[in-house]
């Protein structure tokens, strides 16, 4: 009954459903716990109702032994081999239980070390699989070789001392990547039965991973917000630009990076912005279509300047060789510049960065389209398309516009 309550509340955590409702057939009263609480709670009930079977077994065995034992002496040499019999068959079942149980400790899921005074005395089958290596090759000190070196002085304070009772640490599995272990250290030095630390420990690098895209995602989301508030307030294209440097230092302080904008001819680029915590890249591109990252409309990372497919513009730089990352800068579909930065050769920016630039040049291209439109209906409204003078609109202002006392008044 014990597992059949056992099995049904792990199905209920398995698909989120509530657990308090599940029938107690064992009547273990832990319909108040919650569902990990739960499942713990009845997975130890059913260990150590399996313990007690277990001890009753043995002690009924024993007792059994024992009265065969008196029965051989009263009965004498006839009954001698029937007793002998009988002995050999209790203890190859004995044996077979032993194996048993032993079977289900080895195959368990979850990581299971016994540390003493000169190292790893025991280890699960568990462990030994995910190292790739047998059981036989990590007892001792080797299997510090396999525990990250940041978190290897945690692990041997807990070998040495049985502290923190709870801790996290890596260890490098068969295929040479850092697995994340949550631990629970036992400390069994007192028991002269084990003479040393119990370590449980559970695989947890797919929620550990989870955690960091999540957390990545967070900053990816508050990047873009800020730069579209600071941009939203930019009512000139030099504000603009002053976001645009604030927001590189952001990205990457130490990183060249620069701003190039054609002008009203989409003919020529010049550089309108770059990082003030470093000098400017210096890219020598004339107009924006002689650009790579604004004909492809995507943006470009380049490992060397020195490689087959590297960019012309690139090349024979001062600064000698480097990577670089190019952004296109669009306003609905019309280039206007490209953002562009280098670094050391072989070192391009990568990963979060290149994702932030991506967004700064298309939220900077966006703001600055638009700045660029207002100003041009502005113009428009004031003055002649024909001799481009002042119009009406124009005149009635100044006409109108009240003297330096009127305005103090």
Not at 77 to 98: C, D, E, N, P
Not at 171 to 178: D, Q
Not at 201 to 211: F, G, H, I, P, S
Request: a neutral charge; aromatic letters at 4%.
């Amino acid at each position: 009954r014990l597992v059949a309550d056992l099995t049904s509340t792990g199905q209920a955590v398995l698909t989120h459903r509530p657990t308090a409702n599940l029938p107690e057939t064992a009547h273990e009263h832990v319909s108040q716990l919650e569902p990990v609480m739960r499942l713990r709670v009845l997975a130890a009930l059913t260990s150590s109702i399996a313990f007690r079977a277990a001890q009753e077994i043995g002690r009924v065995d024993e007792a059994n032994l024992n009265s065969l034992l008196t029965k051989q002496v009263l009965l004498g040499v006839g009954g001698l081999l029937i007793t002998l019999l009988l002995a050999a068959a209790l203890l190859a079942t004995a044996r077979r239980r032993s194996a048993h149980f032993r079977s289900l400790a080895l195959s368990a899921s979850d990581l299971v070390v016994v540390l003493g005074a000169s190292g790893c005395r025991y280890i699960s089958r568990s462990v030994a699989t995910m190292v790739g290596r047998s059981e036989s090759d990590l007892y001792g000190d080797r299997l510090a070789r396999f525990i990250h070196d940041e978190d290897r002085p945690v692990f041997e304070a807990v070998q040495a001392t049985g502290e923190p009772a709870q801790f996290s640490f890596r260890m490098l599995n068969s295929a040479g990547e850092w697995r994340y272990l949550e631990a629970h250290a036992t400390d069994l030095r007192a028991d002269r039965n084990l003479r040393g630390v119990v370590l449980h420990a559970r695989d947890t690098t797919d929620r550990v991973q989870l955690e960091q895209q999540l957390t990545a995602q967070l900053q990816r989301d508050g990047f873009a917000s800020r730069l579209g508030e600071a941009l939203e307030m930019a009512d000139e294209e030099r504000e603009v630009f002053n976001v645009v440097e604030r927001a590189a230092v952001e990205i990457s302080e130490q990183t060249p990076m620069e701003l190039l904008l054609s002008d009203s001819s989409r003919a020529n680029l010049s550089r309108v912005a770059s990082n003030p915590g470093t000098e400017a890249p210096g890219c020598p591109v004339k107009s924006p279509f002689s650009c790579v990252a604004v004909r492809r409309g995507a943006a470009v990372v380049f490992d060397s300047s020195e490689s087959l497919n590297a960019c012309p513009q690139l090349r024979g730089r001062a600064s000698g060789p480097c990577s670089a990352v190019c952004v296109p800068v669009s306003f609905m579909g019309r280039a206007l510049g490209v953002l562009h930065t280098t670094g050391p050769e072989g070192e391009p920016l990568s990963g979060k960065p290149v994702s932030q630039l991506t967004m700064l040049a298309g939220q900077a291209g966006a703001r600055i389209g638009t700045v660029r439109a207002f100003e041009k209906t502005q113009l428009q409204a004031s003055t002649d398309g024909l001799t481009g003078l002042g119009n009406r609109r124009t005149a009635c202002l100044l006409y109108t516009s009240p003297s330096p006392r009127d305005r103090q008044k």
